[in-house]
């Protein structure tokens, strides 16, 4: 059965499979500038920022990309053959961060109502992954290890 549907799927144009995806998401293909692997989880981060209750806050987004800017920070500090991070400042951004967050970890507080709201972006991102998946992946896969740390919120 699973192969049928993939066999379905790969028959409609990636366009079509996108286009679906979006109107899906109820949100508009405008985040060309943005790295590909990025444009998913902005998708998502879209429609959690619509459809959250209770509201998602400022502070939520803030805190949401901070978490996305310090993984795509990782990522570049620590890629195989990449001896330019410490030039280019990227090295210092994230070990503030880091910094940060050792010391959000050791307040421990941990407020119910932000904890649900995140709760509901994870659940949005992990159905919009498999959402993606279903559809053959017209949009590149987000790597989840480096989107989101919860000791940052």
């Not at 902005?42 to 959250?52: F, H, K, L, M, R």
């Not at 992954?129 to 896969?141: D, E």
């Amino acid at each position: 059965m699973n192969k049928i549907i993939h066999v379905i799927f790969l028959q409609i144009s990636i366009l079509d499979r996108t286009h679906f995806l979006l109107e899906t998401l109820k949100v508009k293909a405008d985040v060309h500038t943005l790295p590909a692997n990025l444009h998913l989880t902005v998708y998502i981060t879209c429609y959690w920022i619509a459809q959250a209750e209770p509201k998602v806050t400022l502070h939520h987004l803030q805190a949401l990309l901070l978490c996305i800017v310090t993984g795509e920070l990782h990522k570049l500090i620590y890629k195989p053959g990449n001896g330019n991070s410490t030039e280019n400042g990227s090295e210092m951004v994230y070990e503030r961060l880091s910094q940060r967050r050792q010391k959000v970890q050791q307040m421990g507080n941990l407020n119910v109502d932000v904890a649900h709201v995140f709760c509901q972006w994870q659940s949005c991102l992990l159905m919009g992954i498999y959402l993606n998946q279903l559809l053959c992946c017209p949009l590149p896969t987000p790597d989840i290890t480096r989107l989101y740390s919860g000791t940052l919120i």
